[in-house]
């Protein structure tokens, strides 16, 4: 089979594609200190890097940091189930939505390896109780949560509690990122006795005496990327890092201090005992001792501004080059205030998406549509890396709201493909994928079902590649291969209507390959007529099976029919009528469509006794060596065109525009 690479169709009278370029401006300024020694900003890249879901700095290293990649997702909403998830044996992603107040207040929920726990939209929290890691607790990542108000009040120093925000003990592989801390009382964040390999970034630290630890231990063992976060209204712990082995502070936001009489304990960081701490880019303003060290200690900062600061300002010791254990993007020092403010905190964009990476997290697609929760009404992106994954994907109705998303540079590198034929399980049980959910958008992919009709003699030659019944499912710069019956767009019954949108796809066959009772729209596409050796009748690009209520089925608009059958041998559909149903009554519309010299001067055929002539079939300014005006060949006016468009099509009574993206 042809298998024609991703490649658009122009839009008409689209002849100009515009593209903007935009980057980060910033300039670089001299703080209150200087920069006597700045650090160099690594080469710009797109904000997008701000919201991957893999981690950066130290926990990257070593095997890196997945969290519940691979288990299943939950979405939880009250403290049973949240305890209940995070301290399993078996991994998950735990999605927390809305606010969950912990009692008895100050409490612990304990997270045990192998999990994500991560706010939905920006809305996830976790009030008066803390999260925490026991000894030996690896992979773990903490993101997009408010984490707020264990605080006791009159009680500021807070030395007879210890109700911290996130509290991990001797633990590897964590990654604390993008929360919001506040109100706390003991420490926002304490990462202590020999935890290794550990990222906290894009956090927002705030409202607070103690906020972030590391310590509590007499080894230097502990690696640590601190990034990108942001401390306001805290006194002391911005943060203090004691007997770390690596120390890496960069991009960081202090400012608003409060407290500032206590000449001691009110303070940025601090190098602390045999801590080897490097600080680069960061800005101080309003803060009194923005960085300070230990005579033990080694402290290299470079590239910092610093306005209206005080105090300390220590710098000794050659500590370590960060490169020499990873890359990471260094943003200028100007910038951060402005990056900081907007990017740290819950974010709707990390909280709204779910991603599920394939094979990387789960080995199948079908493993990641396995791992989807029931009644799901968050989209959940599967990512599914280049390659071919010969195997069935079944996604049931329970589990709407999916995107499936090729990760390659064109829609060939990564194929989902079988070789089932009817013969064995029908036609349905034939399909490569099955789509029964709702909300389902497929992206960058090829679906094929290259079961060889020519090298056997069955009963049931047909082989789907695609068949959906679920309604608002979504096809862009996808591929459908097969011969017979390749893509089914169906509903669950005769009278229920589920819209299909297909844009800049191709679609290969030669029997009735775009075929069912869905309504359909396949737009900007290029349909490829395989010839099947004949020169009379090489088969039928469309079957619908439209329910009489229904005016609209198949709308071919804007598209291309390419073939290599021989002039005059192919047609551009029959009715189908399923078991001789009387109300299924087939509607096709080929509009501003290119046609090529196969198609038949008269290009529609009966079907199973019943006459195309009592079909809904129509041409509308289709043109190219296969078009023409003829008795057989019924032209829509121009009154009834207005009315057949993409919108009406697909609109039904939700106002679906799938169409209008972009």
Not at 3 to 20: D, E, M, N
Not at 143 to 166: Q, Y
Not at 276 to 301: C, F, G, K, W
Not at 561 to 585: K, T
């Amino acid at each position: 089979m042809t298998h024609l690479h991703s490649k658009r169709l122009p839009r008409p009278g689209h002849g100009k594609i515009v593209a903007a370029v935009v980057g980060l401006v910033a300039a670089l300024g001299l703080g209150a200190i200087g920069e006597a020694k700045a650090a160099v900003p690594g080469p710009a890249s797109a904000t997008a890097d701000r919201w991957s879901d893999q981690p950066h700095g130290f926990a990257s290293l070593a095997g890196g940091t997945t969290g519940g990649a691979g288990g299943k997702v939950v979405t939880v909403t009250d403290q049973a189930s949240l305890a209940k998830y995070a301290a399993a044996e078996e991994p998950y992603v735990i999605r927390v939505a809305g606010s969950i107040a912990v009692e008895p207040f100050g409490a612990d929920i304990v997270v045990a390896s192998d999990k994500t726990v991560i706010g939905v939209g920006d809305r996830g929290e976790i009030v008066h109780g803390e999260l925490h890691l026991n000894p030996g607790t690896s992979n773990v990542i903490i993101r997009n949560l408010t984490i707020r108000d264990s605080a006791v009040e009159g009680n500021w120093d807070c030395k007879d509690t210890d109700f911290d925000g996130i509290q991990m003990d001797t633990v590897h592989h964590v990654w604390v990122d993008h929360n919001r801390f506040s109100n706390i009382c003991d420490g926002q964040l304490d990462v202590r006795k020999d935890s290794e390999y550990v990222t906290v970034s894009y956090n927002r630290f705030e409202n607070n005496n103690k906020t972030f630890g590391l310590g509590w231990t007499t080894n230097v063992k502990t690696q640590i990327t601190i990034d990108h976060n942001l401390f306001s209204g805290t006194k002391q712990r911005n943060p203090s890092v004691d007997n770390a082995a690596y120390a890496h502070l960069y991009n960081n936001y202090l400012t608003a201090q409060v407290d500032p009489g206590d000449p001691v304990w009110t303070y940025g960081n601090w190098s602390r005992g045999r801590t080897r701490m490097v600080i680069e880019n960061s800005y101080y303003r309003d803060v009194q001792h923005p960085y300070q060290a230990d005579a033990t200690a080694e402290l290299v900062q470079r590239g910092s501004i610093l306005k209206n600061t005080t105090g300390r300002h220590d710098e000794w010791g050659t500590a370590f080059d960060p490169r020499d254990f990873y890359d990471y993007r260094l943003d200028p020092a100007a910038a951060v205030p402005a990056l900081v403010t907007k990017f740290s905190g819950p974010q709707k964009r990390i909280g709204e998406a779910v991603t599920l990476n394939v094979p990387a997290d789960y080995p199948t697609v079908q493993a990641a549509v396995d791992a989807v929760p029931e009644g799901n009404t968050v989209p959940v992106t599967i990512a599914v890396a280049p390659g071919t994954y010969r195997a069935k994907v079944l996604i049931p109705a329970t589990k709407p709201n999916i995107v499936l998303q090729g990760t390659g540079h064109d829609r060939s590198d990564t194929v989902i493909v079988y070789d089932t034929p009817a013969a064995y399980g029908g036609s349905t049980g034939s399909a490569t994928v099955r789509i029964a959910a709702n909300d389902v958008t497929a992206r960058n992919l090829t679906f094929s079902n290259d079961f060889d009709e020519a090298a056997v003699e069955l009963s049931g030659e047909q082989a789907l590649a695609m068949k959906t019944t679920g309604d608002r499912i979504v096809f862009e710069n996808t591929a459908f291969l097969g011969n017979q019956d390749t893509l089914m767009t169906d509903s669950p019954k005769l009278d229920v209507i589920s819209r299909v949108y297909i844009r800049d796809s191709y679609i290969e066959g030669d029997v009735d390959f775009v075929y069912g009772r869905a309504t359909t729209v396949i737009e900007r596409s290029v349909i490829r007529a395989l010839s099947r050796g004949s020169s009379t009748n090489n088969g039928y690009i469309t079957a619908a099976s439209t329910w009489t209520g229904n005016p609209y089925g198949f709308l071919i608009t804007g598209s291309k029919v390419v073939s290599d059958a021989p002039a005059g041998s192919f047609h551009l559909g029959r009715p189908w009528h399923p078991g001789g149903e009387p109300n299924a009554v087939a509607q096709v519309l080929f509009k501003n469509t290119e046609l090529p010299a196969a198609i038949k001067s008269s290009p529609w055929t009966d079907m199973g006794g019943f006459s195309w002539k009592d079909a809904r079939f129509a041409e509308y300014r289709t043109y190219g060596p296969g078009a023409a005006v003829t008795a057989d060949r019924p032209q829509m006016s121009a009154d009834q065109a207005r009315e057949h468009t993409v919108a009406n099509y697909l609109k039904g009574t939700d106002g679906w525009a799938p169409h209008a993206r972009h």
